[in-house]
C-alpha cells in the first residue's frame, strides 16, 4: 500500500516512529529494534512506520530492511536526502516514502528529487516548517505535506504555529502532524485541525512500551470532565487522564466557572456557552442553543474557531430520553456524547454509540460545581 493511499483513512492516522536518538534529547532507546517495533507498531494500529537511517539518529538502511522484514505497513525512510542516489538507496531497501525537507532543498532540487521518487515508485513526504516553506510546497503540488513543530535549526516546538498552517493546508492533500505529539488530546487537537494524520516518535520511544503508548495516542472517545469550577478538580481530573476540560460560563448555571481556568499541556480546554460564544474562549468552544425555561438547549457543537469539529448530543435539561443512544449513534461525524454519563453506565453508552468524545459533569459532583475526585476517576478509568 502507498504512504498517501494509507493515510487517506477515516479518523486519525499515526505515522509511528522508529529512532534510536535524536540531536536534541540525546539517546531516546539506543537498544530499538526496527523488526520488533514496526510489528508491535502494526498490531497497535499504525497506518506506517518512520526509519530514521540518518547515523546522528543511531540509525542505518539495515534497520528499514529489518523494518521491512517484519511489516506489510509502508514504510518511510527518514534522513536529510538530496541526491538521488538516497532516494534509489531507499527504495533497494524496502522503503515505499522518502522525507524531503524543503529547508535543505531549493524548488529545483525538490522538483527534481519529486520526480524520481515517483519514478522508482516512491511517495515522498515534503516537510515545511513556516509559511514560506508551505507556500513552495503547495506550489510544488507534493500530495502529502509535512508540517514539523520543531525548528529544525534551533530545535524549538511552537505547536500553535504548526496547527495554524495544518489548518491553512488541509483539504487539498494529505497533512501529516509532525513533532511534539505525546498526549491523546494534542493529537486530537492536530486532528481537529484537520490533519490526516500524525508522526509520533519521541513519545513513543521514551515510553516503556512503545506500542502501548502508540494505542493510547490513537483511541477513542476522548473523555471530557465538564462543569469544572476549581483549580484542585482540573488536577484532579487531568491525573486521572480525562483529555478535556469544560468550564461553563453561562450566568443560570448552576456550575457557572468565573472563568477558563489553566490545563497542563496533556488537555485542551473548552468553554461552554449557550447562545452566543462570549470572549473568555478556550481551546474550543462548546455551544449550545436556547430555549426558553431551560438553561439550555438540548444539543450543541463543538468548535474550533469558527470551524464546527463535532457535534455534541446530550439529554434535554434536567429530563430523560429513552432513546437517546440509539438517536446519538444515528449521527454521522465526530460526536460527543453527554448526558446523564457516570462510570456505571459510560462502558455501555460507548459500546452502543462509538461516540469521539464523551462528557460528563453532574454525576461527578458532590455539589453543583464541586466534583468528588473518586468519581472523576471511576469515570475516566471507565471510559478510556
Not at 492516522?13 to 502494526?42: F, Q
Not at 452566543?276 to 474550543?284: I, N, S
Request: hydrophobic residues 45%; glycine residues 8%; negative net charge.
Amino acid at each position: 500500500m502507498r504512504l498517501e493511499e494509507a493515510l487517506r483513512r477515516n479518523g486519525l492516522a499515526a505515522i509511528a516512529e522508529v529512532k534510536r536518538r535524536s540531536p536534541s534529547a540525546g539517546d531516546l532507546r539506543p537498544d530499538a529494534d526496527p523488526a520488533a517495533l514496526a510489528a508491535a507498531y502494526e498490531r497497535s494500529g499504525a497506518a506506517a512506520v518512520s526509519i530514521l537511517v540518518d547515523e546522528r539518529f543511531g540509525g542505518s538502511w539495515d534497520d528499514l530492511r529489518a523494518a521491512r522484514s517484519a511489516t506489510r505497513l509502508p514504510l518511510l525512510a527518514k534522513g536529510f536526502f538530496s541526491l538521488d542516489e538516497h532516494l534509489r538507496e531507499a527504495r533497494e531497501a524496502g522503503a515505499d516514502a522518502a522525507l524531503l525537507i524543503l529547508r535543505d532543498l531549493d524548488d529545483a532540487s525538490a522538483r527534481r528529487l519529486l520526480g524520481v521518487a515517483s519514478e522508482l515508485g516512491l511517495d515522498a513526504l515534503v516537510e515545511v516548517h513556516d509559511g514560506e516553506e508551505l507556500a513552495r510546497a503547495l506550489a510544488l503540488d507534493a500530495p502529502v505535506l509535512g508540517i514539523n513543530a520543531r525548528d529544525l535549526s534551533t530545535f524549538e516546538v511552537d505547536r500553535k504555529a504548526q496547527l495554524e498552517l495544518v489548518a491553512r493546508a488541509a483539504g487539498s492533500r494529505v497533512i501529516v502532524a509532525e513533532s511534539g505529539i505525546e498526549s491523546r488530546a494534542q493529537g486530537a487537537e492536530a486532528e481537529l485541525a484537520r490533519a490526516d494524520a500524525i508522526l509520533v516518535g519521541s513519545a513513543l520511544m521514551r515510553a516503556s512500551d512503545p506500542a502501548d503508548k502508540l494505542a493510547q495516542l490513537l483511541s477513542r472517545p476522548l473523555v471530557k470532565v465538564c462543569g469544572l469550577t476549581r483549580e484542585e478538580d482540573v488536577a484532579v481530573a487531568a491525573e486521572a487522564g480525562a483529555d478535556l476540560a469544560g468550564f461553563i460560563l453561562v450566568e443560570a448555571s448552576p456550575r457557572k466557572a468565573a472563568a477558563v481556568l489553566d490545563v497542563p499541556e496533556t488537555m485542551l480546554s473548552v468553554a461552554v456557552y449557550v447562545g452566543e460564544r462570549g470572549e473568555d474562549g478556550g481551546d474550543l468552544v462548546q455551544l449550545y442553543g436556547e430555549q426558553e425555561g431551560k438553561v439550555r438547549g438540548r444539543d450543541g457543537v463543538l468548535l474550533r474557531g469558527e470551524q464546527q469539529v463535532a457535534r455534541v448530543l446530550d439529554l434535554p435539561w434536567q429530563e430523560d430520553d429513552p432513546a437517546h443512544l440509539e438517536r446519538a449513534r444515528a449521527v454521522e461525524g465526530r460526536v460527543v456524547l453527554a448526558g446523564g454519563l457516570d462510570a456505571q453506565n459510560v462502558r455501555a453508552a460507548i459500546e452502543a454509540v462509538r461516540p469521539w468524545a464523551v462528557d460528563a459533569s453532574s454525576r461527578l459532583e458532590r455539589e453543583p460545581g464541586i466534583k468528588d475526585a473518586e468519581r472523576v476517576r471511576a469515570f475516566v478509568e471507565a471510559a478510556r
